[in-house]
């Protein structure tokens, strides 16, 4: 019975010793031969370490070919239908069945890419970052036995595991490494195109505008075919973020009304809150101050999600703070952060130190305790333009209450993140 990577993957899992798991059954070295397929063992040692394992016995298969084909074809329809879907109710459904009804296979392989795609649906959903870090480690025992498209799967879930918690230096990482194998790599067209959208979004963030471009048209190429409008319509907000980023207004706008175009065309009407956020980010770009809390607000109105609302929150505190009302500034801080509170959701952390920090730039305490946790916080999570950001809002603060030693101190702060937030390394590089 070969049942090694199942044993050691729920082992690793539920954090179990060898030593604990092996106590009274067979000893750590014999234990160690299993769970590497070394050898199988005896019907009676595999059903005591699946009991020890709490491993349902009745859900073991056989190698049979024809059931495991079955499994994959299910597997993987499933898998395109969730990614391409983007419906966290589906993504909700389709988990809970394959986790009710998938076989345990003696086919480790077929086994590891169950788990990684699982994985990947529960990074979608966003469940508790710690059991999905220890999900993670866990299959990083495994990672020797994965095939190519596994290995893909596997840097794939650990690049948004990491974005999803903020630690984007880490996430950008295992992206640019997938980037750099990507034409041996054996994707089906739709994933090479999920991907090449995934990467765009990678790249407008970190300003590499014309790269993101490229990839965004190769994405929006493979949607338009296959009139995937909902995803077309994502491409259109994404060129209209190259385009503000370029500066060419004009263009953004007419990419954001395109996606709003599409929306009305093909009753996408659940969109709307990103295009209008959007427009709120075009405007505030431009300076129109008043016209971008308009639309800041026109998508808190349309976002369902209560998670999704705090970005267009926190960008209505920063106009309103331009703007130095300091009512609203508490108003909307305060919103977002008994939203932050309801949803405890450790990923949107850092949106708990921005609504602070805005809520006291405008108090009469000053910033110091909240901008230097803050600033801490941001580093923890490398996150280098918000500690450039609030390093000079800290040193501004110190200089305007005439504690001069101190705003020089983060003036320089600032300075040096301000230089890795670049990518430069030298002022002449600027």
Excluded at 21 to 29: N, R, V
Excluded at 361 to 375: N, P, R, Y
């Amino acid at each position: 019975m070969k049942i090694g990577h199942l044993i050691r993957a729920e082992r690793v899992r539920q954090e179990m010793k060898q030593i604990v798991l092996a106590k009274g059954i067979c000893t750590p070295s014999y234990l160690s031969k299993i769970e590497r397929n070394l050898i199988e063992p005896s019907d009676e040692i595999a059903l005591l370490l699946m009991n020890r394992l709490a491993i349902d016995p009745s859900k073991l298969q056989k190698n049979d070919e024809q059931t495991e084909l079955e499994f994959k074809k299910l597997l993987m329809d499933t898998y395109k239908t969730v990614i391409t879907s983007r419906n966290d109710e589906l993504t909700k459904d389709k988990l809970s069945y394959l986790e009710q009804n998938s076989p345990l296979f003696e086919n480790d392989s077929l086994h590891y890419t169950y788990l990684l795609i699982t994985l990947r649906f529960r990074l979608i959903l966003r469940e508790d970052i710690e059991v999905l870090k220890n999900e993670i480690e866990a299959l990083q025992h495994s990672v020797d036995q994965f095939d190519a498209y596994q290995l893909y799967l596997f840097q794939l879930n650990k690049a948004l595991f990491y974005y999803g918690s903020g630690i984007r230096k880490k996430a950008n990482a295992y992206f640019e490494d997938i980037v750099s194998k990507l034409d041996i790599i054996p994707l089906s067209e739709w994933e090479r195109a999920e991907f090449n959208y995934m990467i765009a979004i990678i790249y407008t963030s970190e300003g590499n505008i014309f790269t993101a471009i490229d990839y965004i048209r190769k994405a929006m190429d493979f949607f338009l075919k296959n009139l995937q409008m909902n995803r077309v319509l994502d491409c259109y907000i994404i060129i209209g973020i190259t385009r503000k980023r370029s500066e060419q207004f004009e263009e953004s706008l007419d990419a954001y009304s395109k996606a709003m175009q599409i929306c009305e065309d093909f009753n996408l009407h659940d969109e709307k809150g990103i295009i209008y956020h959007n427009i709120g980010t075009l405007n505030s770009t431009m300076g129109n101050s008043e016209q971008s809390i308009l639309y800041f607000k026109k998508s808190i109105d349309s976002k369902k999600e209560e998670s999704e609302k705090l970005i267009s929150i926190f960008c209505l505190i920063m106009e309103y703070s331009k703007l130095n009302d300091k009512d609203l500034v508490n108003h909307w801080a305060n919103i977002g952060l008994a939203i932050f509170h309801k949803l405890n959701d450790e990923s949107l952390r850092s949106y708990y130190h921005h609504f602070h920090l805005f809520k006291a730039l405008h108090s009469e305490e000053g910033l110091v305790e909240t901008t230097e946790a803050a600033i801490q916080y941001f580093k923890e999570i490398q996150d280098f333009r918000y500690i450039h950001k609030y390093c000079i809002a800290l040193a501004e603060w110190y200089y305007q209450n005439r504690k001069y030693k101190l705003s020089s101190i983060y003036y320089r702060e600032a300075n040096r993140y301000g230089y890795i937030y670049r990518k430069v390394e030298k002022w002449e590089d600027l």
